[in-house]
């Protein structure tokens, strides 16, 4: 094998020095350049690495000089020998994560009841009247109040409160250098699956948005293993899934248990789903690697920084510039066009029922196998531009559905009930039970990427399959998962 | 006023020429690019000229296209482009090829290296490659704050005399050495300042032949190419895309360019 290439090269050789005399400048050139290569040898790149590094240290041995003495320990050092260890990196990994949640939603709940009283309470009737005293058609007033207005209005209520603590926190945590632990103590377990260890980095940019999570791709040098990064990043719970967890699991979770531990509940069932991503990222990256995918995980090198102590004030109005308002500014964008979508699907009727009503009878019975419920179905179809906005979609439909608007609203119209109890009571007696809970928690985990993520996929990949399989394949795993779940749920 | 001669080259005082543009990147006199590993704090170079906030985090990845932003400085409006940080530009990962091209086809006036004071010879490795593509570099020696801490003390006057390349020692966050690096960027993209930058020498014989002679070849085919040596280094590890840059003559009219304008 190695010889014939040998006789090719050679053959390959003498062939361009004959042709050498016809060909132009250029091609002289790179002819020129072929020949040298072959005289070099193989190692060339070793050589010039070895030669890069060796003026490197030549150059500091004459410039740096470090004085060791009278150090007896280094603090970062001791801090990575606790945060990396086997034993405790793991556990204390978790348990910043779940105090972060916690924290977020503990502190979201009464910015987040203000937001909504004034947004909702007070200025919705107030431009209500204003358009009623205008003589505005009673379907205008139902598109742009109803509809639009209100669908971001809530987003606004419910996402800025726990944005605003979530991410700065989060930044707080990235800017003293605890991320690239992240990535260290993952690496095993991403390797193991067949992927490159720094898709622990471009998985934990997805918890915060799986689109910012796909471009972040980019710092993975093989195609293959860049693949893999963003076909899983959609199991990362993305920014817009957080409040969709928080909620249900602080009714239906946290609900179940004594007052006292629902707060501590509620954070780990949270916890448990992000977890739960995680775990599908590496198996679904596994199979890939095993099957469609197939290859070795390529090794790379990554640097644990110092630890730096953060910069508090930049961080909070870096972290509520970049993220918290450019995050809330896309929900609201994608959240006004749904709110008329929704206000117009709950609104038109054909024989005396809304189109709404069709499609959730039609949805009802694939829903009733996998422990969900047509509005729950319909209300992702319809919330695909934006997660953020599947929480408001199901309770306007659920009220349109049931005719139960007990909650103080109309049929269609988006809205915001004040405190979680009441949204539960509003569901139980809708038919829901702890199973639709726990199912729509794990299909909010499992289940297509938003518009925004898909177009990214496809900018970054290029390829149509693969953003399909993107898509596709985690819907079909939330599939199996809820109805394996109701299996057992209902086996009980 | 004689005495305002004094001042004008005292670095304190020209930094009060600084003018933070932000994004405004119209009819600008120069390009300055920021290069250098991840984690040196390019990104709070790149803030701190001008004023823009780009989110700046401690872990490889933050930047992965590049960032623009402008800023004036004694009445010449430069652009300035903050490159993904890279560890080497010999791989052909997506962030190091954004940060390679620029600095080959993008032909900034000045490449500013952003390195660790506290990791200096790791860092040492990325300015080398630098230096073999462009003349026109400023090294910034950030993070010397931590390096005291950590009682490693550098001769910066060394080692500006073993790269050839003005050195700025510099604490980014705390905003010091900002007046002296504005100060060099400007003098070097003027050409007040000429750079004689270190080039990477092997103490394997046949490499070295090798590399001459496609040097002298490369010269003599297109005189002027400010990078000779790196297309060199190139073509004898076989880099597709810079054979295809002679192939297409991306690379030929860049020399062009730069042999009429200069």
């Known amino acids: 094998?190695?010889?014939?290439?040998?006789?090719?090269?050679?053959i390959i050789i003498l062939h361009d020095l004959i042709m050498a005399e016809t060909l132009n400048p250029k091609e002289k050139l790179l002819n020129t350049a072929n020949e040298l290569r072959w005289e070099v040898g193989e190692n060339f790149h070793d050589t010039l690495l070895e030669s890069i590094y060796k003026n490197a240290a030549d150059i500091t041995a004459l410039t740096v000089n470090h004085d060791n003495k009278g150090r007896k320990y280094n603090f970062d050092s001791v801090v990575d020998k606790v945060v990396t260890s086997r034993l405790l990196g793991f556990p204390i990994m978790f348990l910043l994560l779940a105090l972060v949640f916690w924290l977020t939603i503990a502190g979201a709940n009464y910015p987040s009841r203000f937001l909504s009283f004034i947004l909702i309470d007070n200025i919705h009737p107030f431009l209500k009247d204003l358009l009623f005293f205008l003589n505005s058609p009673w379907w205008l007033t139902g598109l742009?109040?109803?509809?639009?207005?209100?669908?971001?209005?809530?987003?606004?209520?419910?996402?800025?409160?726990?944005?605003?603590i979530f991410f700065p926190v989060f930044t707080l945590l990235e800017d003293y250098g605890y991320l690239p632990r992240v990535a260290f103590n993952m690496d095993s377990l991403f390797r193991k699956a067949g992927a490159h260890g720094k898709q622990a980095l471009t998985m934990t940019m997805g918890f915060g948005c799986n689109a910012a999570g796909v471009v972040a791709a980019r710092i993975i040098d093989s195609p293959r293993e860049r693949l893999i990064a963003i076909i899983t990043n959609n199991f990362s719970l993305?920014?817009?899934?957080?409040?969709?967890?928080?909620?249900?699991?602080?009714?239906?979770i946290g609900g179940a248990v004594s007052p006292h531990l629902a707060g501590f509940v509620t954070a780990a069932a949270v916890v448990f789903v992000a977890v739960l991503g995680i775990l599908f990222s590496l198996i679904v990256s596994w199979t890939l690697s095993k099957t469609a995918l197939k290859g070795e995980a390529s090794a790379f090198s990554l640097e644990l920084p110092p630890y730096r102590p953060p910069r508090i004030l930049q961080t909070l109005y870096t972290s509520l510039i970049d993220r918290t308002l450019i995050v809330l500014w896309r929900a609201v964008v994608f959240a006004l066009p749904s709110g008329i979508v929704i206000w117009l699907v709950a609104n038109l009727t054909v024989g005396g029922y809304s189109i709404a009503a069709y499609m959730i009878n039609w949805l009802d019975p694939l829903a009733f196998i996998i422990g969900l419920n047509g509005v729950i179905l319909l209300a992702y179809i319809i919330a695909i531009p934006a997660n953020e906005i599947v929480i408001p979609t199901i309770l306007m439909l659920t009220v349109l559905v049931t005719g139960n608007d007990s909650a103080g609203a109309g049929a269609g119209v988006l809205f915001e009930i004040d405190s979680a109890s009441q949204t539960g009571n509003l569901l139980i007696s809708s038919g829901w039970t702890l199973l639709t809970g726990m199912n729509l928690m794990l299909f909010s985990l499992l289940h297509n990427p938003c518009s925004t993520t898909i177009y990214t996929i496809y900018k970054e990949t290029k390829s149509l399959l693969w953003t399909f399989v993107s898509s596709v394949l985690p819907i079909l795993i939330g599939f199996v998962i809820c109805f394996l779940v109701t299996l057992i749920y209902r086996a009980l | 006023m004689p005495d305002n001669n004094n001042c004008i080259n005292c670095p304190a005082y020209n930094s009060g020429n600084l003018v933070k543009l932000g994004i405004n990147m119209t009819d600008f006199d120069y390009v300055v690019a920021l290069a250098g590993n991840p984690n040196t704090g390019k990104s709070t170079v790149f803030n701190n000229l001008t004023g823009l906030r780009q989110h700046t985090g401690n872990w490889p990845g933050k930047t992965v296209a590049r960032a623009e932003g402008a800023f004036a400085y004694n009445e010449k409006k430069f652009k300035i482009v903050d490159l993904p940080g890279t560890y080497s530009l010999l791989s052909t990962s997506t962030d190091e090829e954004i940060a390679r091209d620029f600095i080959l086809f993008g032909q900034p006036d000045v490449t500013v290296v952003v390195i660790d004071a506290t990791r200096i010879e790791r860092n040492l490795n990325m300015v080398l490659q630098v230096l073999e593509i462009t003349d026109k570099a400023v090294l910034c020696l950030n993070l010397v704050d931590e390096a005291k801490r950590h009682n490693i003390t550098i001769d910066d006057r060394a080692l500006s005399r073993e790269l050839g390349i003005p050195v700025v020692p510099s604490a980014a966050r705390q905003r010091v050495g900002m007046p002296e690096l504005l100060n060099f960027i400007f003098q070097v993209a003027a050409g007040e300042y000429i750079c004689k930058p270190r080039r990477i020498s092997s103490d394997s014989k046949s490499f070295n032949t090798a590399v001459d002679k496609l040097v002298s070849e490369i010269e003599k085919e297109f005189p002027g190419l400010p990078n000779a040596r790196w297309v060199a280094l190139r073509l004898l590890e076989g880099d597709q895309k810079i054979i295809d840059s002679i192939k297409n003559g991306e690379l030929v009219n860049l020399v062009k360019n730069n042999y009429y304008t200069s």
Not at chain 1, 1 to 10: A, P, Q, R, V, Y
Request: net charge positive; aromatic share 14%; glycine share 6%.
């Open chain 1, 238 to 252: 993305c920014n817009g899934r957080w409040p969709t967890q928080i909620l249900i699991a602080t009714i239906f």
């Open chain 1, 1 to 10: 094998m190695g010889s014939w290439l040998i006789w090719l090269k050679i």
């Open chain 1, 144 to 164: 742009i109040l109803d509809g639009a207005y209100l669908a971001s209005a809530w987003v606004v209520s419910v996402m800025l409160p726990p944005m605003a």
